[in-house]
């Protein structure tokens, strides 16, 4: 019976964890459930599923939720819950759901106590891929990937020699606005951004995708989890979004990994390598789709992905100040402070101003993303 430890549990990729987790019980064990303010549903889930730990954002929240949860269940909250929800525990796989920046400090810890990791917050490797990379390796740990592209091009790359690759090519959906012109997003609504065509996912990386900011995301992702520069690593828009990803090796042959939209084919596979188990998702049927299309990406269309190109190739904090000034950005623009278009503006304005620590440690890390922040926070104010 293989533990596991999810972080995120009550978002849109922790829903569906669950959902897998459930459907083989003589498989898997849940030790530890973290989640940030959710917590009606944190206490449904501690509930059916009995952790020997749960985390939430603080001890308030945790002082609320004290009665509800089954006995012999410890509470944990904050940094160090999470820490410990990570590392803590028996669990011998990670799945590391939260979103944003603050998955990398209790996936090092998960990593140093030996845990793999079932990889689903890209932020993670954004803001810290040299020092994770580097931990993996040290303490014998597999980073299996989640993300629906990178999860592509793991299978993919499966049995396959790494030196005879030529290059990897991520699909992108395109978003919510992936056919308006630049000058038909001007005044988008948030309700607008949100309505993703293909994809149930949460509020921030819907709204990455619209930006194009997400595949900048996974672009910086797949440079530390495969080892390849920037060049090797392409984008095209492909609206289906039926072939979540594809590889070229040397000799032109291709090979592509295809399916229906849905998230937990990646997570299943992501529990269960090198199995495969029955799965509950719809089968494709490609005479009933008929036809695949795919398009060229526009850098001039989609800025956000050309500045994460920029910032992956300039290294170091960089890439932790772009994430962390995208992650102000969209809050603000949820929030109604800023326009939609304003994301980019925000993230521009923060690169240009920073200056890059080419190795940085964690703590020149979170140093940088906390001044990113406040930067972004305070852009046309």
């Known amino acids: 019976m293989k533990r596991v430890s999810l972080l995120g549990s009550t978002g849109s990729v922790g829903t569906q964890t669950l959902d897998v987790i459930s459907r083989y019980p003589e498989r898997f064990r849940l030790e530890a459930l973290a989640a940030g303010q959710n917590w009606e ?100 740990v597999k980073l299996l990937p989640v993300d629906s592209e990178h999860s592509a091009i793991f299978q993919c790359l499966n049995g396959e020699s790494m030196s005879a690759l030529r290059k990897i090519v991520l699909t992108a959906s395109g978003g919510s606005f992936r056919n308006r012109t630049r000058e038909e997003l001007k005044g988008v609504t948030v309700e607008q951004a949100l309505a993703h065509p293909n994809w149930s996912m949460g509020a921030k990386i819907t709204i990455d995708s619209a930006t194009m900011a997400n595949k900048g995301l996974e672009v910086i992702e797949a440079h530390w989890l495969f080892g390849l520069p920037y060049e090797r690593i392409e984008v095209v828009i492909h609206p289906e979004s039926i072939i979540h990803s594809f590889v070229e090796f040397e000799d032109r042959s291709m090979i592509a990994q295809m399916g229906l939209p849905d998230m937990r084919v990646p997570i299943q596979y992501a529990l269960t390598y090198p199995e495969r188990l029955v799965s509950p998702v719809q089968s494709l049927d490609l005479t009933e789709l008929g036809k695949l299309h795919f398009r060229k990406m526009d850098f001039d269309r989609f800025p956000c992905l050309r500045m994460a190109y920029e910032c992956g190739k300039t290294g170091g904090t960089m890439t932790a100040v772009f994430n962390a000034a995208n992650e102000i950005a969209v809050s603000r623009f949820v929030a109604g402070e800023i326009g939609f278009l304003e994301i980019e503006n925000v993230i521009e304005s923060v690169i240009d101003r920073h200056e890059t620590v080419a190795a940085p440690t964690l703590e020149q890390i979170v140093e940088a993303d906390g001044w990113a922040r406040r930067l972004a926070g305070s852009y046309g104010k």
């Open 41 to 140: 549903l944190l206490i449904e889930q501690a509930n059916r599923f009995r952790p020997k730990q749960v985390s939430v954002a603080t001890k308030e929240l945790a002082d609320k939720i004290a009665s509800h949860i089954p006995s012999g269940t410890t509470i944990l909250y904050g940094e160090q819950g999470l820490i410990e929800t990570a590392a803590g525990n028996d669990a011998d796989i990670v799945v590391t759901a939260i979103v944003g920046s603050q998955g990398l400090k209790p996936t090092l810890a998960a990593i140093e106590a030996g845990k793999h990791i079932g990889l689903a917050n890209k932020e993670t490797l954004v803001s810290g891929g040299h020092l994770v990379s580097a931990a993996a390796e040290r303490n014998n």
